[in-house]
């Protein structure tokens, strides 16, 4: 498959504390991660909280300037680019954030957050944007006829709808989905599921997807890279990592998906922090597979 995107060596430090008599400290949040996400899949980053996996997605798009590393998407390095080229780029780089009650301006109807996109690179008459507008509400299930309404007018899986609604608004090629589901009813994320891989197909896009559930990502993903302190310490084909996990964390991680069967036995397992050896590079376990083992 050809490479869409390419993350190298990508490194976020953090500096916090401090003061007269206390030297500050430096939280290594993300710590050398390198992956490649290819034309037309799914990739996912799964971990806990604070494993790094947001932070990475922030990065990739300079929402968070990184402290070093590459991301190439077709080529060429995203963190080299211009304010200018930078602009330029988001038209083909998106993101869908978590939560869709913070990530909306309750002070702006829906027509005008999904349309700032669209003047913001002067794109189209004011009657252009309102049609394109009405095809995205179309486009991601939503009723064209509650454009002026205000987020709070909406429910929780509609405001995330307008969120990728936005995110379209450009046509972009890769979007980054940052938990886009985690704050909604178990009821309402299956719909949003299905309508990303629906709006996958059809548009021809490229998904990072993050999260935490791993439920979600063996349903939707084609590849997932574990991420735990910063760093990837498994990563290979969605199914081979399900089936034959190596590294301890990713096997604490499955054990704790809840079993279909309520009956069937489970074997709980306790991530022990001396089985993880600290900066242990992925190796090749098998075709594709990879782990910091």
Same mark, same amino acid.
């Given at each position: 498959?050809?490479?869409?995107?390419?993350?190298?060596?990508?490194?976020?430090?953090?500096?916090?504390?401090?003061?007269?008599?206390?030297?500050?400290?430096?939280?290594?949040?993300?710590?050398?991660?390198?992956?490649?996400?290819?034309?037309?899949?799914?990739?996912?980053?799964?971990?806990?909280?604070?494993?790094?996996?947001?932070?990475?997605?922030?990065?990739?798009?300079?929402?968070?300037?990184?402290?070093?590393?590459?991301?190439?998407?077709?080529?060429?390095?995203?963190?080299?680019?211009?304010?200018?080229?930078?602009?330029?780029?988001?038209?083909?780089?998106?993101?869908?954030?978590?939560?869709?009650?913070?990530?909306?301006?309750?002070?702006?109807?829906?027509?005008?957050?999904?349309?700032?996109?669209?003047?913001?690179?002067?794109?189209?008459?004011?009657?252009?944007?309102? +049609?394109? %507008? $009405?095809?995205?509400?179309? #486009?991601?299930?939503?009723?064209? &006829? *509650?454009?002026?309404?205000?987020?709070?007018?909406?429910?929780?899986?509609?405001?995330?709808?307008?969120?990728?609604?936005?995110?379209?608004?450009?046509?972009?090629?890769?979007?980054?989905?940052?938990?886009?589901?985690?704050?909604?009813?178990?009821?309402?994320?299956?719909?949003?599921?299905?309508?990303?891989?629906?709006?996958?197909?059809?548009?021809?896009?490229?998904?990072?997807?993050?999260?935490?559930?791993?439920?979600?990502?063996?349903?939707?993903?084609?590849?997932?890279?574990?991420?735990?302190?910063?760093?990837?310490?498994?990563?290979?084909?969605?199914?081979?990592?399900?089936?034959?996990?190596?590294?301890?964390?990713?096997?604490?991680?499955?054990?704790?998906?809840?079993?279909?069967?309520?009956?069937?036995?489970?074997?709980?397992?306790?991530?022990?922090? +001396?089985? %993880? $050896?600290?900066?242990?590079? #992925?190796?090749?376990?098998?075709? &594709? *597979?990879?782990?910091?083992?």
């Amino acid at each position: 498959m050809t490479p869409l995107v390419e993350v190298r060596h990508l490194v976020k430090h953090f500096e916090r504390g401090g003061g007269l008599f206390r030297a500050r400290t430096v939280v290594k949040a993300v710590d050398d991660v390198s992956f490649v996400v290819n034309e037309g899949e799914t990739f996912a980053l799964v971990g806990e909280s604070g494993s790094g996996k947001s932070t990475t997605g922030r990065c990739m798009l300079r929402l968070v300037a990184p402290t070093s590393g590459e991301v190439l998407f077709r080529g060429r390095d995203v963190l080299a680019y211009s304010s200018a080229e930078m602009r330029a780029a988001r038209r083909d780089m998106q993101m869908v954030f978590q939560d869709p009650y913070s990530s909306l301006n309750p002070r702006m109807r829906a027509f005008t957050i999904v349309e700032e996109p669209l003047v913001i690179h002067a794109i189209g008459s004011k009657a252009d944007r309102r +049609a394109r %507008v $009405a095809d995205l509400f179309t #486009l991601v299930g939503l009723d064209p &006829g *509650h454009l002026d309404r205000y987020p709070h007018e909406f429910s929780g899986g509609q405001r995330q709808r307008i969120g990728l609604a936005r995110a379209l608004a450009l046509n972009p090629s890769f979007i980054i989905a940052d938990e886009p589901v985690s704050a909604l009813d178990v009821s309402i994320q299956a719909q949003v599921i299905n309508l990303l891989m629906d709006l996958q197909e059809q548009l021809k896009l490229t998904y990072l997807f993050i999260a935490h559930d791993l439920r979600l990502v063996r349903h939707i993903s084609t590849r997932v890279a574990v991420m735990y302190l910063g760093r990837i310490v498994e990563m290979g084909n969605t199914a081979e990592i399900f089936a034959n996990a190596q590294h301890p964390y990713t096997k604490a991680l499955l054990s704790a998906v809840p079993a279909t069967d309520p009956d069937a036995p489970r074997a709980r397992i306790e991530l022990d922090p +001396a089985l %993880v $050896a600290p900066g242990a590079p #992925l190796r090749q376990v098998s075709e &594709g *597979h990879f782990a910091a083992v």
